[in-house]
């Protein structure tokens, strides 16, 4: 079977064709980065609006990409929430009317659900470019999944792919998402948005150890995240200590290569708060692979990409012998192949959705 897959959570327009729900033929994103990099974040009223734009050519590069007619295609799934409600109505309206102009059955994803699907989806196609058998999804079952990016930090305990799958929720952030706190430290610190891969390159340039950052403890022992004290706390430090270097680097962020010519200790306390950030992040992962003893750790969302985060959880992990699985970078941030990935076994077993589905910004993925 081929499936559709789109995607408009937030600020990127995607459409992908996969065949099987394993295969994927075409994958195609259109990022509205230079959108809101002057605001320093996705202004909603500005995403929604560009997303009416571009989802046509979006699905119709998706298709040629593919070269597959619209007609051949045998279901849809579209990404239902959670996310930014008009974004989501975007697509989620462009998927009924498809659905009823093609006369094929409809399928509702939770965003997060594909995240999770991105990573045994990366295997697949990783193997298949090698010419290696692929992977039985089977295989990487039960896991613990964390989703890391600007809107989600969530750790879930999957049991298996087996539709239908069950997901339970083992912690979750109370306040900021990871992302969102590179993004706000980013702005910060004038750095440009998206704040994670200029911190991420930056970090590189400076002493993680350098400046003594508090790391979030939950008084209830819940294996839940928390990232605004740190982001806080790296504010009260550039008051306290760089407040003049910061005013001069706002004088001249519009110069050329601005992030390569920083104060050391500005660089010192990016590579600081990505440390403290990353330690935060494994040792919520950790704990919780003591308690359950998963076969596999899968990391998914655009903070996956994070070359740190991919070195500790690989190393940290080694030690406990459990396997760490990182999607590529292309199906780690928002994407529609993974909600393709994700729609395929609901088609499958007919859980159809009709034309009266609505966007939930607020979709729970725990069952």
């Known amino acids: 079977m081929l499936i559709l897959g789109i995607e408009s959570s937030c600020d990127e327009t995607a459409a992908a064709v996969l065949r099987d729900g394993k295969c994927i033929l075409s994958n195609v994103i259109g990022t509205q980065v230079a959108v809101h990099k002057k605001y320093g974040g996705v202004v909603p009223e500005l995403a929604s609006r560009h997303h009416l734009e571009n989802i046509v050519p979006i699905v119709n590069a998706a298709f040629q990409e593919a070269e597959v007619a619209q007609e051949a295609i045998g279901g849809i799934a579209v990404t239902q929430g959670p996310g930014l409600v008009g974004s989501l109505l975007v697509g989620v309206n462009y998927a009924k009317a498809l659905s009823f102009t093609l006369n094929v059955p409809l399928v509702a994803v939770n965003h997060l659900e594909g995240h999770i699907y991105s990573v045994p989806l990366e295997l697949t196609r990783s193997e298949a470019q090698r010419g290696i058998p692929e992977t039985d999804w089977c295989e ?34 109370r306040d900021d998402a990871a992302g969102e706190a590179f993004d706000k430290v980013a702005k910060l610190l004038h750095l440009g948005y998206p704040g994670g891969p200029v911190i991420d390159r930056l970090s590189k340039q400076g002493n993680p150890r350098a400046v003594d950052l508090p790391v979030s403890k939950i008084s209830d022992g819940k294996l839940d995240f928390s990232f605004s004290g740190i982001k806080t706390a790296v504010l009260r430090y550039v008051q306290t200590h760089l407040q003049k270097e910061v005013d001069e680097m706002a004088s001249r962020r519009s110069e050329q290569n601005f992030n390569d010519r920083l104060p050391q200790p500005v660089y010192d306390l990016i590579a600081s708060f990505q440390r403290t950030a990353i330690e935060m992040l494994f040792d919520k992962a950790s704990r919780a692979a003591e308690l359950r003893h998963p076969r596999s750790i899968l990391v998914s969302g655009g903070v996956a990409c994070n070359g740190l985060l991919r070195d500790r959880f690989r190393q940290g992990f080694a030690k406990k012998n459990i396997p760490v699985h990182f999607p590529s970078p292309i199906l780690s941030t928002d994407n529609a192949a993974m909600i393709a990935a994700a729609g395929y076994p609901k088609l499958m077993a007919g859980e159809h959705s009709g034309l009266s589905l609505n966007a939930d910004v607020h979709l729970r993925l725990h069952v």
């Open 140 to 173: 990487l079952f039960p896991a613990l999944c964390l989703i890391v990016s600007g809107g989600h930090t969530s750790l879930y305990w999957v049991e298996s792919l087996e539709h239908p799958t069950k997901f339970e929720l083992v912690g979750r952030t």
